[in-house]
Every structure is written in C-alpha cells, then in structure tokens.
Antibody, heavy 122, light 106 residues
Framework: QVQLQESGPGLVKPSETLSLTCTVSGVSINITTYYWSWIRQPPGKGLEWLGY???????NYNPSLESRVTISVDTSKNQFSLKLTSLTAADTAVYYC??????????????WGQGNLVTVSS | DIQMTQSPSSLSASVGDRVTITCRAS??????LNWYQQKAGKAPKLLIYGASFLQSGVPSRFSGSGAGTDFTLTISYLLPEDFATYYC????????FGQGTTVDMK
C-alpha cells in the first residue's frame, strides 16, 4: 500500500536551515497524475500548505513562503525533500509530506505521512 | 491568496445528530474544494474532493455540496468516531485551508 514517511531533525536552531525528506513506498513518484506536497501545522493550530513538486522537478510554492522554501525530488530514491531557510520560532510545527493526486479534474491530498515535529529553539 | 473561512469554529453534538459545517472562499473556486478529518496526533484524512466526490473507503454518511464560493460538509448521522476537527481546502490555486471546525461531544 502507499506509504509516506518523513525524516529529519526534531530540533533546529534559529536562523538555520531545515531539511526534511519524504520517502515514498508502494507507488512510483514518477506517475504523471501525482504531485508531492509539504504541509505544516503549528502546535494547536491549523494547516498551511508549503508547496509541491512534480516528478520532473517543476514546483509550485506558497507565495508567503516562496523566498525561503525549496522542494526537490529524487526519482532514483523515490523521495522528495523540503528545505526551509532562515528559521524562527514561528516555524515550529509538525511537518507533513503528502501525495497530491490529480483525478477527475481535481487536485486533492489523498495520502499523508505521519508527520515530523520540528522545534526551532536555541 | 484565497482565504477560506469555516463556520462554526467549533460545535457540540450528540451521537445520531446531523452535523453541517460550512466553508466560504474569498473568491470563486468552481468546485475545487476538499474536506479533511483530523484526529488528535494524527495526519488529516481526505473525506471529500471536488466539492462532492466521496473518497474511496469513506462512509456514505459524509457528503459535500456547493460550488463557487460556498460549500458544505454534512455528516448525516454522527457516530462516536466522527468527533474530530474538520478542514476545508481549496485546490484552485496555491492551496489554502480553512481554520478548522472542531466537533466535540455535547
């Protein structure tokens, strides 16, 4: 079955760069109807979409974070990754990776990882 | 950015109740609207996509409707496992989520 698993640090210092990887199993990341997204959720708050990557490397980012976010894909490893620069305490959140499916003309997030809590603190 | 506003922010209900949650977009988004359920400590789960298409495996007591700017999620008969937080999300451009509606036990 389709599974996504985030990996990366749980604690990062302010001003540093966060790097997270999502490993996809049960489906090829190369399939043309799938995009691969990152979403985050600060403790006790709502969901914020960060952006997605297509298997070709094409990306689409949240405009409010675009200057700090880079999402990339490694099809040989069936993985995609997130880099978020210039961290502050406001970036403390659970970071989720998810599959963004395109079907019947619509996009929707149908499979999610379990989430990776990242705390920004010195 | 397209702003998504859910109402109410929270509601108290009993098992067997019919529950309705609304979501309004700040501009027209056709039917590019999805609904998710999230339980504490878990990732969100897709319920409805394209405003009214039921995701595979989701019980038929969940339904969605609407188009343009106004959308509704309805749970026809609330079960104990339905107490959770529900989010709408637009997929028209640069996805955004509503602030969430928490359904708790009356």
């Amino acid at each position: 079955q389709v599974q996504l698993q985030e990996s990366g640090p749980g604690l990062v210092k302010p001003s540093e760069t966060l790097s997270l990887t999502c490993t996809v199993s049960g489906v090829s990341i190369n399939i043309t109807t799938y995009y691969w997204s990152w979403i985050r959720q600060p403790p006790g708050k709502g969901l914020e979409w960060l952006g997605y990557v297509y298997y070709t490397g094409a990306t689409n980012y949240n405009p409010s974070l675009e200057s700090r976010v880079t999402i990339s894909v490694d099809t040989s490893k069936n993985q995609f990754s997130l880099k978020l620069t210039s961290l502050t305490a406001a970036d403390t959140a659970v970071y989720y990776c998810a599959r963004d499916q395109f079907s019947r003309g619509y996009y929707f997030l149908d499979y999610w990882g379990q989430g990776n809590l990242v705390t920004v603190s010195s | 950015d397209i702003q998504m506003t859910q109402s109410p922010s929270s509601l108290s209900a009993s098992v067997g109740d019919r529950v309705t949650i609304t979501c309004r977009a700040s501009q027209k988004i056709n039917r590019y609207l999805n609904w998710y359920q999230q339980k504490a400590g878990k990732a969100p789960k897709l319920l409805i996509y394209g405003a009214s298409f039921l995701q595979s495996g989701v019980p038929s007591r969940f339904s969605g409707s609407g188009a343009g700017t106004d959308f509704t999620l309805t749970i026809s008969y609330l079960l104990p496992e339905d107490f959770a937080t529900y989010y709408c999300q637009q997929s028209y451009t640069h996805w955004t989520f509503g602030q969430g509606t928490t359904v708790d036990m009356k």
